[in-house]
């Protein structure tokens, strides 16, 4: 084994346990992890451990898409998701209509338009893109 193998190799067992998920209790930890960087790093990119809050991000990020993928929605479902969240009735919104207009979007007799989207993204601060 060359001398750079080694060297590797010596510091692999260190590093490893860092850098491996393969379990919800190993994901439960390595968020730990990140979120530890990621209060001392923040945005930092000339931290000397950027490197590893970049990299531990990237396995977290690919372990949730293969052991916790977000199910496909569409904006009604959104919609009546942030209703509920926020305890809201159709009357509540006047920025998308009044309450029978809303009424017919949460029983899809009706879709919503860009100026309700954009209220509702607006209402709610999240992405016009969650409504689509």
Do not use: C
């Not at 919800?24 to 979120?35: C, G, I, S, T």
């Not at 809201?88 to 338009?113: M, Y």
């Amino acid at each position: 084994m060359s001398a750079l193998a080694n060297d590797i190799q010596n510091h692999w067992a260190s590093i490893y346990p860092l850098l491996s998920i393969r379990n919800e209790q190993e994901y439960d930890m390595a968020v730990e992890r990140l979120d530890s960087l990621l209060d001392e790093i923040g945005t930092n990119e000339q931290h000397p451990l950027y490197g590893l809050l970049d990299t531990l991000g990237t396995l977290i990020y690919v372990y949730e898409e293969e052991h916790h993928p977000m199910p496909e929605s569409d904006g009604v479902s959104m919609l009546q998701y942030f209703m509920e969240e926020h305890h809201i009735a159709p009357p509540d919104l006047p920025e998308v209509g009044p309450p029978d207009v809303v009424s017919e979007i949460l029983t899809g007799k009706r879709e919503l338009n860009v100026r309700q989207i954009r209220a509702l993204a607006k209402r709610f601060r999240v992405s016009p893109a969650v409504f689509v």
